[in-house]
């Protein structure tokens, strides 16, 4: 069977597992506090250009999300977030479960902007209902779009003049950085959100991401909620290690560009077959709308997801490339398509 | 300035008032445990014709809602809910607070149907996802409008079928039982939900709801989370005597009555002068779309919610009578109109 | 039955009755948002001479301990209490339901004393611990012991010197500043605390507690935190009423001094008979040591509460005087000692 | 610097890497829903002798932990505990951050036994504290004593009897089971507990514990509960491929011994220089009470936990042994001292 199911269903890059092999036999103390960890983190406040951010590794992205808005929310607080979104949809209500309400807005292309930051602001307007406070994007989103820096500065601004939070879900920052029509950087993020994170789990490392807390005000005693919220790992130095991997000579953004250039050529093929879109993605994960009949014969040979039934005769599904899809694997499909 | 803001602008019912002052002497044990409660409990159990029922006294109907849910649901189980509903809406996020989701549907009318239920079920395919497991209606609803016993009885059994429990929050339970157009009985919803309150605060009481958990499995140690959600009240026997006072020879009825006959007056008059309503509402609660210029006016003299905009000329307001509200106030902004 | 088992066991003193029907015809807004709230709050700051305090009326000590805890803290800090606190003990846990620990300690007067914050400060040393953040006492104390001056004072000083709040539960406030050996005024504590609250349910009130936030730093949004966590009243008025009647020329602290001189002759009474106490008690709850047999036989004819055994032929009961007691009870009992 | 620090200090065993390696390429898909999580567990239902038991593999302890206590109990339900129990000094109150008190006793051997379970629940009488409902134990202890087959039947007796669950925090089970002094079998905690773990973090593996969950009515949904309170592992496989290696032909058990010889070796060793202990442990910790001057010249060689003062003159180190120490260390240690 060959997998477009996920960008997690490897293990890990072989740099980063050579990695974890050759540091295995360091004592290092636990938690995160170890010389790996901390250069990882060195790493990330360079390559942001942001050396008062915070970078705290975690294991990975429900429990960053999680732990991130427990920490900065007070009670009454809520989030903002497309219906799409991964902590609307598809984390078993783990924000709920810590107390805070997620606000959702149906999005077509599974973004925000600011006509819903205010339409939320205005319709929130007295201490009988919850308090708009942070807004939840995802870069790119969980229907494979992005964002360009166009965007992102609206909504940061409209933030920033409520006093809301801009917090950016980057589980695939790495396609979203790498592709097409990408304007956004590394520094355009820690200058227009206060927190995200960097994805490793779905871009090369066998888990973890790490989060960088931009915002100065969000950053004390963080350390104190992650082990509460989600613990925090006993060998938290198999997070720097992996993160040293990922980001050594770029490696973490070539991985981005291979996934991106297989799912653009399985994309860029089935229109070519003329088979359209749910939504026009430039990123790793791509959602064509074939006929059921065609589905049900490719299911044979390869495991994907059913996303949603259009009409009586056709089906979207969602296929996903990783930094370990193969060429041929990719060719094989527009083959049998 | 004339009120037509709430149902909760007056102090209590007289004979409520009375019965406090008759009973303010006797020494009883606290927290719900003395034998005004038991009996109004028992006066209950009757009219609904479920001695196997427990009722519970709540301070309001926050805290009634958010302790049901509380003790009904496990931590990964959600509520499926209007979007208009109280929960979802008006008591910021106090169910979330508790965590547990909330799942809204948009309906013009403030009801959901089997058809929602449906919906959520075939959505939250797993556990990636929260479970739908309660389904939240009021009657009347937020906006005013009832059930009928078809209705409702389509909804208790898609949620039997679906091992779901069917919560209804009588907030206005009394000017619902006595609406034009009304076919449900208290027998009727002992048999048809789970759990079900008798609202007090809305209808002559100085506050108080009378909650009814009507299936066994929901009952034991509720009055535990009572306590540890919202807290019993010392003096519960003041929740007792006043449902004894307003359930004697009918009195909570003929309020409730009287309610609807003013509003259904208002109503009435106001389309005669050829105005709109946002729904057609045959309780306590309307919802006129008036020109803005005329609520302008209006508004020097009576004392009601802006509801919300509708064109750039027209506004939607609401106007709401009580047990105490006056003929004479009805007629005068009918004149006025 | 004559009943010395609380002091919630009678209904309202009849000036809070008279108030509550002379204005139950008045319409005000809901919530908390009427003339008879304003005002009673402004009483309350002109009493503890402090303009910048906020007033919050609530509905009961419990809600009023557990909202203000979750307004205050943040997820991963901690309540510091004795053991025999109220909100350690007898709230059904609603402290860790919001999320948070209580770290307690045994105290046989039931007062906590810098060495216990400095003992805990010590214990908890990294983010693999709760941190200690609010101590919370109680004046009186659940064993009717009290605070000096001095003592409290101490507390307040530890509290500041390491960031902490200072919280102070005042069910029985009224009884604690008009015991004998008491040298606390209100002015005091609203320099000395963070937050404290007046307590009515057992001095006077049919129910409701006056919440001060006298620390600027805590009052933002409390009102999101309690409608969310408590549910705010409807007819919040009722709260306002009932502290002006309280409040009116002292009758709040004559009908607690009320209280004291009954239990102070029945301590003393007691005492005569020769029979030793728990704790040295001067307010309204004392914990007198008798054979169990003299217990039985009182049982017959009073109503109060075994507190603890104490040994094979001993037992410690609680007896607890109100506002409502009578002169000729005590004489009774004392008589039949 | 030599580290006896704790047990997680390096990476995983060499034949964990392996498995992980040799695994690298397979595609799985994901959350624990691969054939390596599945036969994994079917191992472990082999080694315990219960095939009606749930495995779930855990990302660490303090989730595994909580995890367990919010699936399991209602809102109002509470954890009995040790003073020394890692749930209540060192998972920053992740339970009480769940909604859920421990309740805790002071314990100089770290162990609860049936006498703590009766005065819990005496003491809880009534709907006003929480109501006990868990007891958790951990094995070998966080001061590394352990349990005999007769102690933890008496408290698994007491828990059927009361209708209570025990649960038993396994993160160092393998050293407990090969301590001198065992006679405990994974088949008896099967019979014995309501649900346990075998630890994987601190034996071997680079991070991942196996919950069991014997009792069936605790079975239902424990994914959903996962998921949300700390997540599912994306790439789950990496749990099961790692339990695979440290089951396979006892390879847990072997790492287990080794470092229960050389702490034994230690604590024999220290012992013969005539020093004392704070308890007496069979397993991989060990707790002696030095001299400090003495612990400060083995400090610039050891990295080791001072565990607490003991007087002005001596204080009390914590010693850890791994699979991965040195006896070459071991001696030098003794040597040294």
């Not at 350390?223 to 050594?248: I, P, S």
């Amino acid at each position: 069977m060959i997998f477009f199911r996920s960008d997690y269903s490897l293990g890990g890059h072989p740099q980063v597992l050579e990695a974890l092999a050759n540091t295995n036999y360091e004592h290092w103390d636990g938690y995160g506090l170890d010389d790996h960890c901390f250069g990882a983190a060195d790493t990330i406040k360079g390559l942001i250009e942001n050396s008062g951010a915070e970078v705290h590794f975690m294991i990975g992205g429900t429990p960053a999300n999680y732990t991130s808005i427990s920490a900065f929310l007070r009670p009454h607080e809520a989030v903002l977030a497309s219906r799409s979104a991964h902590i609307y949809m598809h984390e078993t209500g783990s924000v709920e479960a810590r107390g805070h309400k997620v606000v959702a807005f149906d999005t077509p292309d599974g973004k925000l902007c600011p006509a819903h930051v205010k339409e939320a602001l205005i319709e929130h307007e007295d201490e009988h209902m919850v308090k708009p406070k942070l807004v939840y994007v995802s870069d790119s989103t969980e229907i494979g779009t992005i964002y360009t820096k166009a965007e992102l500065t609206a909504l940061s601004e409209v933030c920033r003049e409520n006093s809301m939070y801009l917090y950016l879900d980057g589980a695939r920052l790495g396609c979203a950085l790498t592709a097409q029509g990408n304007d956004l950087t590394l520094p355009d993020l820690a200058a227009l959100t206060d927190a995200f994170y960097i994805g490793g789990t779905k871009n090369g490392a066998l888990f973890g991401e790490a989060l960088v807390i931009v915002n100065p005000e969000l950053q004390p005693e963080f350390r104190y909620v992650t082990k509460q919220q989600c613990g925090l790992l006993a060998k938290g130095r198999l997070l720097g290690v992996q993160f040293e991997a990922l980001l050594k000579d770029g490696l973490y953004f070539r991985l981005a560009e291979h996934s991106n250039r297989l799912a653009n050529k399985l994309r860029d093929g089935i229109a070519a077959k003329g088979h359209g879109f749910l939504v026009d993605s430039p990123t790793n994960q791509i959602f064509p709308i074939l006929p059921i009949k065609l589905v049900e014969k490719l299911e044979e040979k390869y495991f994907f997801y059913r996303w949603k039934p259009i009409d009586e005769n056709n089906i979207c599904i969602r296929l996903v490339t990783s930094w370990g899809s193969a060429e041929e694997d990719v060719d094989s499909f527009l083959q049998d398509i």
